[in-house]
């Protein structure tokens, strides 16, 4: 079974920053692209990252670009989310998620930015 | 960027109509093109994969078509389970992909 289990939220004050992590398991982690997407509370789908096999190419959604970094640790079956420079509008429910044809999706973590 | 484009942002119709939303990207996708269902509290729901392909186990009332920039999704006979979001998702430019704005699908 293909679990995705996300960590690292909490409430930040704008400015500041935060390193989400995904522990994947139930799967052959190195053989799928990744990517984190989130939902602000009583908003649609944001794609914010992928990252593809071997974390040779990265991609970011213009929103966070420059203040997000997306790495993975293939060895530790792990994703991670480097968010920096924290605003208002970055508040939501950070999911990670099992490629990019989506079939898996961790529950998420919440970030709250506020002061 | 790739930019989707999916309208109705809501919609309401009755138990048994015919339901059709749509997609349209800024550029040539090809087919590229996925449609999910989100019902309140839950993750995304993979419905339909490159444009027209219905995923194992989905109920064949829904159903998904075109090609470039245009792309059209179907509930054939709508049923109250049916009441979720739908969203649609570009993925021509790997590791980037785009989802529409969704929409709100609702019981009149």
């Known amino acids: 079974e293909v679990q995705l289990v996300e960590s690292g939220g909490g409430v930040v004050r704008p400015g500041g920053s935060l390193r989400l992590s995904c522990a994947a398991s139930?799967?052959?982690?190195?053989?799928?692209?990744m990517s984190w997407v989130r939902q602000a509370p009583g908003k649609g789908l944001e794609w914010v990252s992928g990252?593809?096999?071997?974390?040779?190419?990265?991609g970011y959604a213009d929103s966070v670009k420059g203040r997000f970094t997306i790495s993975r640790d293939n060895a530790k079956n792990s994703l991670y989310l480097q968010m920096n420079s924290l605003r208002a509008e970055d508040t939501a429910l950070y999911h990670c998620?099992?490629?990019?044809?989506?079939?898996?999706w961790g529950q998420g973590t919440l970030v709250t930015v506020s002061s | 960027d790739i930019q989707m484009t999916q309208s109705p942002s809501s919609l309401s119709a009755s138990v048994g109509d015919r339901v059709t939303i749509t997609c349209q990207a800024s550029?040539?996708?090809?087919?590229?093109l996925n449609w999910y269902q989100q019902k309140p509290g839950k993750a995304p729901k993979l419905l339909i994969y490159d444009a027209s392909n219905l995923e194992t186990g989905v109920p064949s009332r829904f159903s998904g078509s075109g090609s470039g920039t245009d792309f059209t999704f179907t509930i054939s006979s709508l049923q109250p389970e049916d009441i979720a979001t739908y969203y649609c998702?570009?993925?021509?430019?790997?590791?980037?992909?785009?989802f529409g704005q969704g929409t709100k699908l609702e019981i009149k």
């Open positions: 998702q570009q993925y021509d430019n790997l590791p980037r992909v785009t």
């Open positions: 998620a099992r490629g990019f044809l989506i079939e898996d």
């Open positions: 139930g799967f052959t982690f190195d053989d799928y692209g």
């Open positions: 550029q040539d996708i090809s087919n590229y």
């Open positions: 990252i593809n096999w071997n974390g040779g190419s990265t």
